[in-house]
């Protein structure tokens, strides 16, 4: 996976050229945001980030982008129960995340034995019960630590 960002966008922007896609400047913005976020935006925040750039910019743009990339697995899609759904589009690949319950911030975590164990995991399956794993996702909940240095002790959300 590209680690450098400037070179992840260069990345997603051939791919997209490479299968077609045209490379608005709406959409250039778009692929900028993924691929040099530090955090898993939505479409919302996606969106105000560049509505006043391009201020005709409908919602519509930014799904079609996103399932573009989903479908080129490009981009890593996190889906919460509410509905919801954040994007990484830095690291496609699953991951592990730490989710803060308190404010929703999501930080990527390598731990490389989870890796391993995965790996273990699923040539088990593969050979016990014949199920082949494609993808997995592991997320790990608590506060972050503005939210902690806030007091806030519940661990849930009101």
């Known amino acids: 996976m590209v680690s450098d960002p400037e070179a992840r966008f260069q990345h997603l ?3 997209v050229r490479q299968r077609g896609g045209r490379l608005t400047p709406q959409r250039v913005a778009i692929l900028r945001i993924l691929a040099l976020s530090e955090g898993h935006p939505s479409v919302e925040q996606i969106y105000a980030q560049i ?3 391009f201020p005709t910019t409908a919602m519509a743009t930014i799904y079609k982008t996103i399932a573009l990339l989903k479908e080129m697995d490009e981009v890593l899609e996190l889906g919460f129960a509410d509905g919801s759904s954040r994007y990484d589009g830095k690291r496609p690949d699953p991951h592990p995340h730490l989710i803060c319950v308190r404010c929703g911030e999501i930080q990527d975590l390598d731990v490389p034995a989870l890796d391993e164990l995965v790996a273990q995991v699923a040539a088990q399956l593969a050979e016990t019960v014949e199920y082949d794993v494609h993808s997995h996702r592991l997320d790990l909940y608590g506060l972050c630590k503005t939210c902690r240095a806030a ?6 959300t009101e």
Not at 151 to 156: C, D, E, I, N, V
């Open 13 to 15: 922007a051939d791919q």
């Open 151 to 156: 007091g806030s002790h519940s661990g849930r």
């Open 51 to 53: 509505k006043d750039d």
